[in-house]
């Protein structure tokens, strides 16, 4: 049974480089523009060129990337995860509450609270078949009133040994900061394109309905998904604990936007089943920096969310172009 | 969809299942994989009742395997991936899947069934053949006791059709028990030893095919079986004598990815029915011409002259109106109320300066109302709340507002019932009397005897044959859908 496949020729050939060199591009445009903005940056300003400046950079990048981390695996399910902002809340509410009795017991604490809220997200999505909008949408009001009983002014105590081991420092040089998101690439590598269950997502968000025809237990990986990433907010919200040294009910609430601009600039697709955790990452550095430069420049800070908006809606386009482009000469 | 279907298979033997569009075949496929429960009714295998819970546990514990006929690959991930999609697992190597071991496995699961494919690309990048050939490798493979083949010879070129059937037979005398269904009677009459019959949701009966003699009669038995006779439907009469006067609407070598160049020609006074299998371009005809679809070549004639169609606006001005099939989705806001769902695509006729003249607007839509006897208490009725054939009138009204030329309506009675259907024949022969001649997808075979005044078969894409309406012999029609 050969010879069934006459419509491929074109995918040999000179076009197969140019698809390549598409592909490529395509899979790490962002970190082009990373280095174009740092470059741009330190021509426009001496300070930027700073280490501290880096070292901002990178800390500030932390609780982005890793409420990030969540939200990719969430939108490459076809999913939405709205109450990854109040997970971090939680996380700092909680944190500095129970901290006074002991470091360990307290981040075991918070990781189990965002087991469970994930995993209500999950049963309400798969088994009670609720929109994921709407589910981590009422997940997000509930937590916001519980973190305010938790924490109704800001305050609380953070231990200096925690703060001292995330924020540490060789130098000028953020070492923690920069492990941690080191670990978090790997992790996501590895979750996302070498185990069973990064797979599955991919599966889930291309065709939902082949997943489960070709035998994938999807409801279980949904579920497994919202998990991860409430986890990974809660983690983000721990970092965000240990730099602003107390607990804060709204702490995490600008962080649920960041989360989806990271996701989508990083290039996961909105629709689901394309996309990763690079992207992601590259896009939290950017975001990252954006606030710096501006404030470098002594452009009012407001003026961050303008960039911000722009930025994604021109990646956006860029990435529609270059689908097309694709699927014109495969 | 399923009414009641009860039959037995027995070991080493190869089943047709055969019926019409929509008598429930991919739905009895997809409940022996468990992807959803009966409401109703138990299967047994080997005396033993079975209750089947996701496909996985189909596949593994009771040995039944489908090739399904949408080709569940997900086109996003590699063909080694999708090969081994539910058991990625077995490929860890240190706790990561080890892509290469990966690609081996399935490069040899694919090469049983002769296929030689670069593993690594996605399932997006091959052709349907392929992915037919892809799945079909995946289910034999898992080595089931039953195998279910739903319209996998479709793509396939007719040699390696043949070389599937080997396969077939092969597994027939290992003890295999395998289920073919084929839009292609002449296969299944080759291949199969009982033929299954589907009709409306109903098992028919049971053809034995044992001995494959005189298969001509045996196909005449099996048609006449799928298509069997209803009764109900009253039609109104056809245009006495074939009206090839006042062209309309020609279509000149129309083509695109799924059109082969199509000619047709619609005259003032005639009803013409596109009809053949489910999915042979019928829509796509009536899609191209209402401008929603891009990459359409070839040209499009209005009352003669020559019409760029670009987009559902161009249509729309040069007067052809489309009526889609997905009535609820495309055609109507639901939530409004039959006031504004007839008005709206006709307003500006009615708006000097873009302002509405709420009474006159009113007094035209309350003859239309009247006109097309639409079943509503007032013009403030939300559509949601009317009957199918009342929703249908309301889509009627709205185009006919517009001063339509020519009407393209895919599936006009989809969902309604019997006396819902009779009015819209009705209503349709009424306005082509009036002179706007109608186009029209018709699935349904007693419709597209009685209703047309010409009928178009399709079949992959081109006209194959043409009948008049006047006398229409159902059997040699049927005959006409199959290759």
Redesign the interface.
């Known amino acids: 049974?050969?010879n069934?496949?006459?419509?491929?020729t074109t995918?040999h050939g000179t076009s197969v480089v140019g698809k390549r060199l598409l592909a490529l591009l395509s899979a790490h445009y962002i970190y082009i523009l990373l280095v174009v903005f740092w470059i741009a940056a330190s021509v426009a300003s001496p300070y930027f060129r700073m280490m501290s400046t880096f070292s901002n950079i990178i800390t500030s990048a932390v609780p982005i990337s890793l409420i990030g981390f969540g939200q990719t695996l969430v939108v490459l399910s076809r999913g939405f995860d709205l109450s990854v902002g109040a997970v971090a809340s939680m996380a700092t509410a909680v944190a500095s509450v129970t901290m006074v009795k002991g470091i360990i017991p307290s981040i075991i604490l918070v990781l189990i609270f965002a087991v469970i809220i994930g995993a209500i997200n999950g049963f309400g999505i798969t088994k009670l078949r609720i929109d994921p909008f709407i589910m981590t949408l009422c997940m997000m009001f509930f937590l916001t009133g519980i973190n305010q009983l938790i924490r109704p002014s800001p305050g609380g105590y953070i231990p200096d040994d925690f703060k001292g081991l995330l924020l540490y420092q060789v130098g000028d040089f953020p070492l923690t900061s920069f492990l941690i998101l080191v670990v978090a690439a790997a992790v996501g590598f590895?979750i996302l394109?070498?185990?069973?269950f990064g797979?599955?997502i991919?599966?889930i968000g291309?065709?939902p309905?082949?997943?489960?025809?070709?035998?994938?237990?999807t409801d279980q990986t949904r579920v497994k998904v919202y998990i991860v990433s409430a986890v990974a907010a809660a983690l983000g919200g721990l970092f965000i604990a240990a730099r602003i040294g107390s607990g804060n009910a709204e702490a995490g609430a600008s962080y649920l936007f960041d989360s989806f601009t990271t996701v989508f600039m990083g290039g996961t697709l909105v629709t689901g089943?394309?996309g990763g955790y690079s992207g992601t990452l590259g896009a939290a550095l950017i975001i990252s920096s954006i606030g710096r430069i501006l404030q470098f420049l002594g452009i009012n800070i407001w003026y961050h969310f303008i960039v911000k908006g722009v930025l994604l809606a021109s990646v956006a386009g860029f990435q529609l172009y270059f689908a097309r482009k694709g699927r014109r000469s495969? | 969809m399923l009414k009641r279907i009860s039959f037995t298979l027995e070991q080493g033997r190869i089943y047709g299942l055969v019926g019409e569009n929509g008598a429930g075949k991919s739905t009895l496929v997809k409940i022996l994989?468990g992807?959803f429960p009966p409401e109703e009714g138990e299967i047994l295998i080997a005396g033993e009742r079975i209750y089947i819970r996701?496909?996985?546990q189909a596949?593994y514990e009771f040995g039944i395997d489908a090739v399904?006929q949408?080709h569940?690959?997900?086109?996003?991930?590699s063909i080694a991936?999708?090969v081994f999609?539910?058991s990625?697992?077995s490929f860890?190597d240190g706790?990561?899947?080890n892509n290469r071991r990966m690609e081996a496995d399935s490069r040899e699961v694919l090469n049983k069934?002769?296929?030689?494919?670069d593993v690594s690309?996605h399932a997006?990048?091959?052709?349907e053949?392929?992915k037919s050939?892809v799945e079909l490798s995946k289910a034999l493979y898992r080595d089931p006791k039953i195998l279910i083949l739903d319209e996998v010879t479709a793509p396939?070129?007719s040699e390696?059709v043949h070389?599937?059937f080997d396969i077939m037979q092969t597994l027939k005398q290992a003890g295999k028990t395998i289920i073919f269904i084929s839009h292609r009677l002449h296969e299944v009459l080759t291949i199969c030893d009982e033929i299954l019959v589907l009709r409306d949701g109903n098992f028919e009966g049971c053809i034995d095919n044992t001995e494959k003699e005189d298969l001509a009669a045996t196909r005449k038995e099996v048609v006449l079986m799928m298509t069997g006779t209803e009764k109900g439907l009253h039609f109104p009469p056809k245009a006495k004598a074939e009206a090839r006067e006042q062209n309309v609407l020609s279509l000149m070598n129309l083509r695109n990815s799924r059109l082969r160049g199509i000619n047709l020609d619609v005259y003032k006074g005639e009803i013409v029915a596109l009809a053949g299998l489910r999915g042979q371009g019928q829509s796509a005809i009536l899609r191209a011409v209402a401008g929603l679809l891009t990459h359409v070549e070839g040209d499009i004639l209005l009352e003669g002259k020559t019409k760029r169609i670009r987009n559902p606006y161009d249509a729309i001005e040069s007067g052809i109106f489309y009526v889609s099939d997905r009535r609820d989705e495309e055609e109507l806001w639901l939530t409004h109320d039959v006031w504004l769902n007839i008005s709206l695509a006709s307003i500006n006729d009615r708006a000097p300066f873009g302002i509405i003249r709420m009474k006159n607007d009113r007094s035209v839509i309350e003859d239309m109302v009247s006109n097309l006897r639409i079943e509503t208490p007032s013009l403030a009725k939300i559509v949601q709340q009317l009957s199918g054939g009342n929703r249908q009138k309301v889509v009627l009204g709205k185009y006919l507002l517009a001063r339509p030329k020519i009407l393209l309506m895919d599936q006009p009675t989809i969902g309604l019932d019997v006396g819902a259907k009779v009015e819209i024949y009705n209503l349709l022969r009424k306005l082509v009397d009036e002179g706007i001649p109608a186009l029209v997808v018709l699935t349904d075979l007693e419709e597209v005897v009685s209703l047309p005044d010409r009928i178009l078969v399709m079949r992959e894409g081109v006209i194959a044959r043409e009948f008049s309406g006047l006398e229409v012999n159902e059997e040699e029609l049927v005959d006409s859908y199959y290759g």
């Open positions: 049974m050969a069934t496949h006459s419509g491929r995918l590895v394109q070498k185990r069973k797979r599955e991919y599966a291309g065709e309905e082949y997943a489960r025809m070709s035998g994938i237990n089943g394309v495969g | 994989m992807l996701d496909p996985q596949r399904f949408e569940a690959l997900i086109p996003q991930m991936e999708n999609l539910d990625l697992q860890y706790g990561f899947i069934v002769g296929l030689n494919l690309v997006s990048e091959i052709s053949a392929e050939l396939l070129p390696i070389q599937l």
